[in-house]
């Protein structure tokens, strides 16, 4: 099976640690918002109608709850090991996409929980503070060593995505209150062709996620993604500051 070490363009390692990040923001804020066991009592319950969806290569049929949570605590585990070692390289390109995965899965259970008002008017405001740790700093802290500016941050973004190789292309629009972020030809898009994307149980991108963190952060204000288009290998992100 082919690993990133086949395609040393590719920082594998920074991949895991921003996409587990996001997972680890969603927890966050179902334990705030619903309490501590919210994973195994919420989120594995229902996340077994999504998973066939998300993930077909790993789960070719519905799985029971108790096998959805032993793969998930695996994976857990390895990003874990990946962090603490400060290698990716035991990673598959397959890998990657269950995780990414697995994202979209959390997101579309916390949508049947709390709605998806509630995920656009609080959820993301936690999540864009929780995930502003697992970002370099250039990205979202001021100081005489960072950058100052908003533009100057979602540039050195844009930039971090594409020159990672995550993206072939990606830009960032700046009008008023609103900014979007475009990428295209992403490196682990292959979710896109699940059929949760092509019954539109998909609502938000990763790369739009992390550019509302850094609004928020560069801001402090409230943010949340208004609207997120997807394409065959890519998305547009409209992010909006109150």
């Known amino acids: 099976m082919k690993t990133f070490l086949d395609n040393p363009n590719i920082d594998v390692l920074d991949a895991v640690l921003i996409y587990s990040g ?3 923001a969603y927890e966050a804020v179902g334990i705030e918002l619903i309490g501590e066991n919210v994973v195994d009592e919420y989120v594995i319950p229902k996340m077994v109608y999504y998973v066939k969806e998300f993930l077909p290569e ?25 962090r603490e070692l400060e290698t990716g390289e035991n990673f598959t390109m397959n890998e990657i996409w269950e995780l990414r995965a697995a994202i979209f899965g959390y997101e ?15 959820v993301f405001k936690r999540i864009a503070d929780i995930l502003s740790a697992y970002l370099p700093d250039s990205f979202i ?24 190789k995550f993206v072939q292309y990606a830009n960032y629009k700046i009008v008023g209150e609103s900014v979007s972020i475009t990428a295209n030809r992403c490196a682990f898009s292959k979710i896109h062709d699940s059929e949760a994307y092509r019954n539109s149980n998909v609502r938000f991108c990763p790369w739009g996620m992390i550019g509302s963190a850094i609004v928020a952060s560069h801001k402090g204000k409230e943010t949340n993604i208004d609207s997120c288009l997807f394409t065959t290998r890519g998305s547009v992100s409209k992010i909006q500051s109150k």
């Open 108 to 122: 579309s259970v916390f949508i049947d929980i709390l709605g998806e008002v509630a995920i656009k008017n609080y």
């Open 58 to 82: 790993v789960f070719s049929t519905r799985p029971q709850a108790s096998e959805l949570k032993t793969w998930l605590d695996d994976f857990k585990r390895k990003i874990e090991e990946a």
């Open 22 to 24: 996001i997972l680890d």
């Open 141 to 164: 802290f001021e100081g005489e060593t960072t950058l100052s500016s908003l533009e100057a941050k979602l540039k050195a973004y844009i930039n971090y995505i594409r020159e990672k």
